[in-house]
């Protein structure tokens, strides 16, 4: 018996704001990349510092979520599995892009500082208006 994983868990810093769209069939995604730093001393003891960029995707809800809370230079906990996707460009060349799909997202702010704790926060542009009978995202609502 063979048993695969593919788990993905980063702390970083958004790199820029979410984008928020929709599909052809209504279901809502949220694209935005993440900064990863590795920080390390070099053989003559001077510090080394080296980023990794991550581009994140989101899902239904959660993307939502991302757009309505998540802001470029914010603080935050990305969970999830690695996808690579591969499509051909305008030239026929064939380009691969590999993405954190999350799971889950967990904003590492400090709550006085995020403006979601303080004010109500404007939807993201392309952002999918709530579904009859369905509430607005509020912070008290948000399990993190």
Do not use: C
């Not at 979410?18 to 069939?25: D, G, K, Q």
């Not at 990863?36 to 239904?60: I, M, P, S, Y």
């Not at 993405?99 to 404007?122: C, F, G, H, T």
Request: aromatic share 6%.
């Amino acid at each position: 018996m063979s048993i695969d994983l593919n788990k993905v868990m980063i702390i970083g810093n958004v790199t820029r704001d979410p984008e928020v769209r929709a599909t052809p069939s209504g279901i809502s995604v949220a694209t935005f990349g993440v900064a990863t730093n590795l920080v390390w001393k070099d053989q003559q003891g001077a510090k080394q510092q080296r980023a990794e960029f991550h581009n994140v995707v989101a899902w239904r809800k959660l993307s939502e979520i991302v757009g309505q809370y998540v802001k470029k230079g914010s603080r935050i906990y990305v969970e999830g599995r690695l996808q690579t996707r591969s499509w051909d460009d305008q030239s026929g060349t064939k380009r691969y892009r590999t993405e954190i799909v999350a799971d889950n997202v967990i904003m590492l702010d400090k709550r006085s500082d995020s403006a979601a704790a303080s004010a109500p926060v404007e939807p993201a542009e392309g952002a999918q208006p709530p579904a009859a009978g369905e509430a607005e995202i509020n912070v008290e609502d948000i399990p993190f």
